[in-house]
């Protein structure tokens, strides 16, 4: 596609069930993002892909939360055993060069 | 250590008003990138502008304009005139190559221009 695209845009769990979160960049970006926005904040970062390096995971905030990128492509953020306190929006970016980075619509996530 | 500061959280101003949104960032590199992006409540992020660490012109774009002082480390934005669709939060951020091209983003400013 042109852009971003992350699904399910609204994504409602109960808590303790685990969630996944996918984002699809846009062909040919090798550098891909996840950042977390709870409502009223700013942007929380939580991991970055860049090609075949390994991922800088350190704004992951505890173990139940992992992401994968498979062939380079496709990522998957999930969460495990989700909790209240992980209701936010979570965004997901890509880039080809440090110019500039494209943003996703979000996932809104609701942890009932 | 790479870091972008924007120390006002939220501003209002009344329609028709100047702004400017405060950016401080902190890296040791000299090569880097300097953006700011805007947040509307549609949720998006939409880019409004890059800046290269070589490029200390100040650029404007219509009501927008930015001023980039390296001596102050500063990447401040400015609304002339400002309109209710305005209304958005505004962040701040710095990409370093020498980091892997990581983007580093400030917290945003909420701005709501009153009409």
């Known amino acids: 596609g042109a852009g971003v695209s992350q699904s399910p845009s609204n994504k409602v769990t109960e808590k303790g069930k685990d969630v996944e979160l996918r984002c699809d960049p846009i062909?040919?970006?090798?550098?891909l993002y996840w950042y977390r926005q709870s409502l009223g904040q700013g942007l929380e970062f939580l991991i970055y892909?860049?090609?075949?390096?390994?991922?800088?995971k350190s704004g992951l905030p505890s173990d139940r939360f992992s992401a994968e990128r498979t062939g380079g492509s496709v990522s998957t953020l999930t969460i495990q055993r989700t909790q209240q306190e992980d209701s936010a929006v979570y965004l997901c970016?890509?880039?080809?060069?440090?110019?500039?980075?494209?943003f996703g619509q979000g996932t809104r996530l609701t942890v009932v | 250590a790479q870091k972008v500061t924007q120390a006002q959280t939220e501003i209002s101003v009344v329609e028709k008003e100047d702004v400017t949104l405060d950016c401080v960032y902190e890296t040791r590199d000299t090569t880097y990138y300097l953006f700011w992006y805007k947040q509307p409540p549609s949720g998006e992020l939409v880019f409004l502008i890059r800046?290269?660490?070589?490029?200390?012109q100040n650029e404007i774009s219509g009501r927008y304009s930015w001023n980039f002082q390296k001596s102050t480390s500063s990447f401040n934005f400015t609304i002339t005139a400002s309109q209710v669709v305005d209304s958005a939060v505004y962040f701040c951020?710095?990409?370093?190559?020498?980091?892997?091209?990581?983007?580093?983003f400030g917290t945003g400013t909420s701005l709501t221009v009153i009409p």
């Open positions: 951020a710095l990409s370093d190559p020498n980091t892997g091209n990581q983007f580093y």
């Open positions: 970016a890509s880039s080809r060069t440090p110019r500039e980075a494209f």
């Open positions: 892909f860049q090609g075949n390096s390994a991922p800088d």
């Open positions: 800046r290269n660490s070589f490029d200390e």
């Open positions: 062909s040919g970006h090798t550098a």
